[in-house]
């Protein structure tokens, strides 16, 4: 592919496409018939997501009506209750949430969850964008259910200029309606396989969901669109490593796509590495990988991008996406991204679109990816131990919430 058809593809899917949606499928359908187009065959792979329309969200603080949008699989109901900000999560802070609709500041990861059902908060309130933007966008939110784990009150987001004037005039009660409908719906997984001359194959991921106000051509239709660039180089070069190329749904609400291919124990059996792209390509930024590995695997690539004359950044660790899945199955991962500065590329919001995005920076980054899949689906034998050491496992113990940092 070159920088005016990667470019295409972007304009092609500049459209929101949450994880489950009508939009989403488009595109899984999309990806399948451009992957036709280079003459290979892929299969759209459903899978079980939770999904819910919302039929009403009401946020009212002192008796006035504040925008916002509630969070998806919350439940309904209805809940009137002091309003408290908890600013900082001490033992005397989370003391204060009994009774309580409680705002946070950032996600509602699980652990401050946890925490608010624990100091028996009734209702929750968090807030995004950006009081200096001059948009008041408010993002769609989820409350996943490795989240809530059947334990459910009603929460609502809202814009962060929202946010502010509440705290600056001092609002003392506050009241959430929360009503939807909850069902089960199917998101897809897109799969090609390219057999090789060995039955192991190396994984290769990306997903193409967005959030519920992005485009997602950053984050991420580029990864996507890197795994068509390795794809279609394999389809006329030799590799001695079956491919298998995922195209990932749902990541955005929790890498479900991820989750629900290796949940199958029969699909990795074979699997000696998974390579997952997530965010190439961006006109600004750095190139960096992160290797839920062990530590040899770093230096190679960094040996490698100085062999190639490619600017990269190595670190061991664990990414936020589809790679973590494969390694929490023992399955050595290695994540590539290039990462913006926020004030030139922003992700999970209305700015994340094509213009962010450098065809001739996809094509370059590309034909790096290409390089090192080329090495690793070559290699007589493939030089990366299928182990993840135990500094890692700690990692994804704490990432997973199975661990509290």
């Known amino acids: 592919m070159n920088a005016k058809q990667i470019m295409k593809i972007f304009e092609d899917t500049a459209y929101i496409r949450t994880g489950g949606s009508p939009e989403e499928r488009k595109t899984a359908e999309y990806i399948r018939e451009k992957v036709a187009g280079m003459g290979m065959k892929a299969d759209i792979v459903p899978f079980e997501v939770p999904m819910a329309e919302i039929q009403e969200a009401v946020f009212q603080a002192d008796g006035k009506s504040i925008p916002c949008k509630g969070y998806f699989c919350a439940g309904s109901g209805e809940v009137e209750a002091p309003f408290y900000y908890l600013r900082n999560t001490d033992p005397y802070s989370l003391s ?7 705002m946070i500041d950032g996600y509602l990861g699980y ?3 946890q925490d608010l059902l624990e100091n028996g908060a009734v209702g929750f309130v968090t807030y995004d964008g950006n009081a200096n933007y001059c948009d008041r966008d408010i993002d769609q939110r989820e409350l996943r259910s490795y989240v809530h784990n059947g334990r459910r009150i009603p929460g609502v987001n809202i814009n962060a200029k929202d946010a502010i004037a509440l705290i600056r005039g001092g609002v003392s009660t506050a009241k959430i309606t929360l009503k939807q409908e909850e069902y089960t ?4 997984n ?17 997903h193409y969901d967005s959030t519920a106000l992005s485009q997602g051509a950053y984050d991420n239709m580029s990864g996507s669109v890197g795994l068509m660039g390795i ?7 030799s590799h001695r490593y079956g491919l298998r190329f995922i195209w990932c749904g749902s990541e955005e ?34 190139f960096i990988s992160c290797v839920t590995g062990e530590e040899k695997l770093c230096h190679y690539i960094e040996y490698l991008g100085a062999e190639l004359g490619f600017g990269i950044q190595v ?9 973590t899945p494969f390694a929490d199955k023992g399955i050595p991962a290695v994540s590539f991204a290039r990462q913006a500065p926020h004030n030139t590329a922003t992700i ?11 065809g001739e920076q996809m094509v370059e980054d590309i034909a790096f990816l290409v390089a090192f899949a080329g090495r690793m689906a070559n290699a007589k034998r493939c030089p990366v131990a299928k182990e993840i050491p135990e500094n890692m496992k700690e990692k994804l113990d704490v990432y997973l919430c199975r661990k509290r940092k």
């Not at 719906?185 to 897809?188: F, K, P, R, V």
């Not at 897109?190 to 990306?206: C, K, N, Q, S």
């Not at 699909?267 to 997952?276: F, T, Y």
Request: charged share 20%; glycine share 10%.
């Open 96 to 102: 204060q949430c009994k009774g309580k609709i409680v």
């Open 111 to 113: 652990w401050i969850y």
């Open 185 to 188: 719906g199917n998101s897809h």
């Open 190 to 206: 897109v799969i090609l396989d390219m057999p090789g001359e060995t039955g192991e194959y190396i994984a290769f991921t990306a």
């Open 231 to 237: 794809a279609e180089y394999f389809a006329h070069n």
């Open 253 to 286: 609400r929790g890498l479900l796509g991820s989750k629900a291919y290796c949940k199958d124990e029969e699909n990795l059996k074979n699997c000696v590495l998974n390579v997952n792209l997530d965010m190439i390509g961006c006109i600004m930024g750095k």
């Open 315 to 323: 670190d061991q660790g664990v990414y936020s996406s589809d790679s």
């Open 348 to 358: 999970h919001n209305s700015y994340d679109t094509m213009a962010v995005m450098k």
